[in-house]
């Protein structure tokens, strides 16, 4: 299966090498410094027809700028002046050429060894007719299907300068007139009049493969051409930066797999501490149905209580008539004062201890007062946080799912490009729609290309176009990922929340037990209070019958003991009264204590219920939640993996990000010559022709009268550039 980003890049790279190739001859800009030679190097490789090399020359193109002497250092074989008759004077690896007759501009040739040239590539030819392999020479004028196919292997011989930075492109030309099919897999294939241009590219450290298949009736061919060039164009110019972000992005990458692995581990060892507090609760819910199911009977006893301590006020009020009665008819009770004396001194120690029981009782009911808004606050402080975590549980719920939504949305770079290309073509074609309806350009369709000015127009249409699309692509790349990366930062973002919350409300529970807790410990101190002032009231009326008895008996006797039963008497009445009043604000106090209780503990156990059965709910989930951060843990790592081998193998398969388009060139004859001007290979294999009774083709220059070698040289390059320009111009 291909792969559609490199598909996208090579096309890209296609559409660059001529421009490049057409640039590499133009002048560099003026500097502020002394004058220089400015050269184009350009190197010419014949090929037999397997594709070994068989003779190398690079021809010199030298620009002398005002200067009059030019150093060039190479160990050549042969040297010929192109241009004019001078001759350089030849050192050993060196050249030193006299400009001072050559003129603003002058060409030469230098032979190399083959032997001791290493270009980026090697190439293995072999070739097929109708499916069986046969010599490159049987092929001339034969019939039938003619399979050429072309190995591209990257030379670790050669130089790293060319090694990393020069781009390959292969042509097989055919001639329609004597062919009657081309099929070229992964080729770009123009048609210029009756001779069809099949090519094939690849990026710097990468393989080819290339095969072409022609249906022919007679089979000729001029050979295969080569090309490689260094990547200096404008479109290669972020090489670099792609290459810093890769290594950025894959670091970051692995730092964020570390950091999730390492939070996924932290949230697994949460586990023990969400079991503990979950059994807790479940403890506590335990004791809010023990506390529940006894709420009736309590409220049923306490009802019981008031009744009778109202019923004991009542009949102690109905005794002051009657004590006043006793007190007018006191002579008749004197003989039993002494009796009665004693009774009301037996009465002195449970009227103490009923005294401090109902303080007792005062002290648990004013710290019962104090507790309750502590407890009232806690309470509406557990509803809020287990609202605010129900709507969180919905959020994480969601963020999960918009993360797994993401996760199975595949690379974000590779959706951005295609989705980027897709629409800056469709803009591009749209503009430059608008434009040719405005007249403002003209469209290709209705220009002759062999008609040098109009030529040039169809140049400025395809220009325009491309400037459009690549405005576009950008535009439409950076925003389309910015809202990607955007979206899955938000998603990420909010998952924390709810444990904090949920610390929150643990935090509250914890709050709401301890007051609870107070709570209980005051009212059970109350209750006991109000217990054993209860059998303190019994002594009080047992005594108290005694008393009535015994103020019978004082009828006979009152006389002689009327002084001090008339004391006694009075110090009674106000005694009852006291206790009568005490009788009505206790019974009114725990009426209160009643009426409240009553009106809160319904609404108290339902919002306990209800705040431990969600606690319980959302521990569930939280523990189901742990339950899958080991397939998140997994499921990471599977993801960082697949990635880095991705990265590994594009990096393994070519050596476009080691290109560096600022690089200083290299020239191919020694490295203490100057950076060149421009520099390309052009390699080319023996022709297959009837018509040349010797195939082999000593040099590719060869055509040309041998008495005008500019005129040859210069025609060979025309010929050539306009053949490659043809077959690059509508990639």
């Given at each position: 299966?291909?792969?559609?980003m490199?598909?996208?890049?090579?096309?890209k790279?296609?559409?660059?090498?001529?421009?490049?190739?057409?640039?590499?001859?133009?002048?560099?800009?003026?500097?502020?410094?002394?004058?220089?030679?400015?050269?184009?190097?350009?190197?010419?490789v014949?090929?037999?027809?397997?594709g070994r090399?068989?003779?190398?020359?690079?021809?010199?193109?030298?620009?002398?700028?005002?200067?009059?002497?030019?150093?060039?250092?190479?160990?050549y074989t042969k040297?010929?002046?192109?241009?004019?008759?001078?001759?350089p004077?030849q050192?050993?690896?060196?050249?030193?050429?006299?400009l001072?007759?050559?003129?603003?501009?002058?060409?030469?040739?230098?032979?190399?060894?083959?032997?001791?040239?290493?270009?980026?590539?090697?190439?293995?030819?072999?070739?097929?007719?109708?499916?069986?392999?046969?010599k490159?020479?049987?092929l001339?004028?034969?019939?039938?299907?003619?399979?050429?196919?072309v190995?591209?292997?990257?030379?670790?011989?050669?130089?790293?300068?060319?090694?990393?930075?020069?781009?390959?492109?292969?042509?097989?030309p055919?001639?329609?007139?004597?062919?009657?099919?081309?099929?070229?897999?992964?080729?770009?294939?123009?048609?210029?009049?009756?001779?069809?241009?099949?090519?094939?590219?690849?990026?710097?450290?990468?393989?080819?493969?290339?095969?072409?298949?022609?249906?022919?009736?007679?089979?000729?061919?001029?050979?295969?051409?080569?090309?490689?060039?260094p990547?200096?164009?404008?479109?290669?110019?972020?090489?670099?930066?792609?290459?810093?972000?890769?290594?950025?992005?894959?670091?970051?990458?692995?730092?964020?797999?570390?950091?999730?692995?390492?939070?996924?581990?932290?949230?697994?060892?949460?586990?023990?501490?969400?079991?503990?507090?979950?059994?807790?609760?479940?403890?506590?819910?335990?004791?809010?149905?023990?506390?529940?199911?006894?709420?009736?009977?309590i409220?049923?006893?306490?009802?019981?209580?008031?009744?009778?301590?109202?019923?004991?006020?009542?009949q102690?009020a109905?005794?002051v008539?009657?004590?006043?009665?006793?007190?007018?008819?006191?002579?008749?009770?004197?003989?039993?004062?002494?009796?009665?004396?004693?009774?009301?001194?037996?009465?002195?120690?449970?009227?103490?201890?009923?005294?401090?029981?109902?303080?007792?009782?005062?002290?648990?009911?004013?710290r019962?007062?104090d507790?309750?808004?502590?407890?009232?606050?806690?309470?509406?402080?557990?509803?809020?946080?287990?609202?605010?975590?129900?709507?969180?549980?919905?959020?994480?719920?969601?963020?999960?799912?918009?993360?797994?939504?993401?996760?199975?949305?595949?690379?974000?770079?590779?959706?951005?490009?295609?989705?980027?290309?897709?629409?800056?073509?469709?803009?591009?074609?749209?503009?430059?729609e608008?434009?040719?309806?405005?007249?403002?350009?003209?469209?290709?369709?209705?220009?002759?290309?062999?008609?040098?000015?109009?030529?040039?127009?169809?140049?400025?249409?395809?220009?325009?176009?491309q400037?459009?699309?690549?405005?576009?692509?950008q535009?439409y790349?950076?925003?389309?990922?910015?809202?990607?990366?955007?979206?899955?930062?938000?998603?990420?973002?909010?998952?924390?929340?709810?444990?904090?919350?949920?610390?929150?409300?643990?935090?509250?529970?914890?709050?709401?037990?301890?007051?609870?807790?107070?709570?209980?410990?005051?009212?059970?101190?109350?209750?006991?209070?109000?217990?054993?002032?209860?059998?303190?009231?019994?002594?009080?009326?047992?005594?108290?019958?005694?008393?009535?008895?015994?103020?019978?008996?004082?009828?006979?006797?009152?006389?002689?003991?009327?002084?001090?039963?008339q004391?006694?008497?009075?110090d009674?009445?106000?005694?009852?009264?006291?206790?009568?009043?005490?009788?009505?604000?206790?019974?009114?106090?725990?009426?209160?204590?009643?009426n409240?209780?009553?009106?809160?503990?319904?609404?108290?156990?339902?919002?306990?219920?209800?705040?431990?059965?969600?606690?319980?709910?959302?521990?569930?989930?939280?523990?189901?939640?742990?339950?899958?951060?080991?397939?998140?843990?997994?499921?990471?790592?599977?993801?960082?993996?697949?990635?880095?081998?991705?990265?590994?193998?594009?990096?393994?398969?070519?050596?476009?990000?080691?290109?560096?388009?600022?690089?200083?060139?290299?020239?191919?004859?020694?490295?203490?010559?100057?950076?060149?001007?421009?520099?390309?290979?052009?390699?080319?294999?023996?022709?297959?022709?009837?018509?040349?009774?010797?195939?082999?083709?000593?040099?590719?220059?060869?055509?040309?009268?041998?008495?005008?070698?500019?005129a040859?040289?210069?025609?060979?390059?025309?010929?050539?550039w306009?053949?490659?320009?043809?077959?690059?111009?509508?990639?």
């Open positions: 299966m291909k792969d559609p490199k598909d996208r890049l090579r096309r790279i296609a559409s660059a090498l001529i421009v490049a190739a057409l640039t590499q001859t133009a002048l560099l800009p003026a500097m502020g410094a002394e004058p220089a030679v400015s050269v184009d190097e350009t190197m010419y014949n090929l037999d027809y397997y090399q068989t003779a190398v020359n690079v021809v010199k193109g030298v620009t002398t700028n005002g200067v009059e002497a030019y150093t060039d250092h190479g160990d040297v010929i002046n192109m241009s004019n008759h001078v001759q004077v050192a050993e690896g060196s050249l030193e050429w006299d001072s007759q050559m003129g603003n501009r002058f060409y030469y040739q230098g032979t190399l060894d083959p032997a001791h040239v290493e270009i980026p590539w090697t190439f293995d030819l072999t070739y097929k007719l109708n499916g069986k392999e046969v490159a020479q049987e001339a004028g034969a019939s039938g299907l003619v399979e050429i196919r190995k591209a292997e990257p030379n670790e011989k050669a130089k790293q300068y060319y090694r990393d930075n020069m781009l390959l492109s292969v042509m097989i055919v001639d329609m007139e004597k062919c009657y099919s081309v099929d070229a897999p992964g080729s770009q294939t123009q048609t210029m009049g009756e001779t069809t241009g099949v090519v094939f590219t690849a990026l710097p450290g990468e393989k080819g493969d290339f095969t072409a298949r022609i249906g022919t009736e007679s089979y000729e061919s001029i050979g295969v051409v080569i090309m490689m060039i990547g200096t164009t404008s479109s290669l110019e972020h090489v670099k930066d792609i290459k810093e972000t890769k290594d950025t992005w894959r670091q970051a990458g692995s730092d964020l797999y570390d950091s999730m692995d390492a939070m996924m581990a932290s949230v697994e060892s949460m586990r023990d501490g969400i079991r503990t507090v979950q059994d807790s609760l479940s403890s506590l819910e335990s004791a809010r149905q023990v506390i529940g199911g006894s709420r009736t009977q409220e049923g006893q306490n009802d019981i209580s008031i009744q009778a301590l109202a019923d004991l006020s009542q102690s109905a005794m008539p009657y004590l006043q009665t006793a007190k007018e008819s006191a002579e008749d009770i004197h003989r039993d004062m002494d009796a009665l004396m004693h009774t009301v001194s037996s009465l002195e120690v449970p009227l103490q201890e009923i005294d401090e029981h109902l303080d007792t009782i005062q002290n648990g009911m004013e019962t007062e507790v309750i808004p502590a407890l009232e606050e806690s309470l509406i402080q557990v509803i809020t946080l287990d609202t605010q975590l129900q709507a969180q549980q919905a959020a994480v719920l969601m963020t999960l799912i918009g993360l797994s939504e993401t996760s199975m949305e595949g690379d974000i770079d590779e959706d951005a490009e295609y989705f980027a290309d897709e629409e800056a073509y469709a803009a591009a074609e749209e503009k430059m608008e434009l040719v309806a405005a007249g403002a350009i003209d469209p290709p369709d209705a220009l002759d290309p062999d008609d040098p000015a109009q030529a040039e127009m169809i140049k400025k249409y395809e220009k325009t176009k400037e459009i699309y690549e405005k576009a692509y535009q790349y950076n925003g389309y990922k910015n809202q990607a990366l955007g979206q899955l930062q938000t998603a990420v973002g909010g998952i924390e929340s709810p444990r904090d919350d949920l610390l929150s409300k643990v935090d509250a529970l914890e709050t709401l037990a301890t007051h609870s807790n107070a709570m209980s410990r005051s009212a059970q101190t109350m209750l006991n209070g109000m217990d054993k002032a209860t059998d303190d009231i019994r002594d009080i009326l047992v005594y108290s019958d005694d008393l009535l008895r015994e103020t019978v008996d004082l009828h006979d006797t009152i006389s002689l003991y009327y002084p001090v039963l004391d006694g008497l009075t009674s009445q106000e005694l009852l009264n006291r206790t009568n009043n005490l009788l009505n604000q206790t019974v009114a106090s725990m009426t209160i204590i009643q409240t209780l009553k009106a809160s503990s319904g609404a108290l156990d339902k919002g306990a219920k209800d705040a431990l059965e969600g606690s319980m709910e959302l521990l569930d989930k939280g523990l189901d939640m742990l339950d899958s951060t080991g397939e998140i843990r997994k499921s990471s790592g599977v993801m960082k993996t697949t990635l880095d081998e991705q990265l590994d193998k594009f990096e393994d398969e070519n050596r476009f990000l080691e290109m560096d388009p600022d690089a200083e060139m290299l020239s191919f004859t020694s490295s203490k010559n100057p950076e060149p001007h421009s520099l390309q290979i052009i390699l080319r294999t023996d022709e297959i022709s009837l018509d040349d009774d010797d195939d082999t083709i000593v040099d590719m220059e060869t055509t040309a009268p041998p008495s005008d070698p500019f040859r040289m210069w025609r060979v390059l025309v010929n050539m306009n053949a490659i320009v043809d077959v690059f111009k509508n990639r």
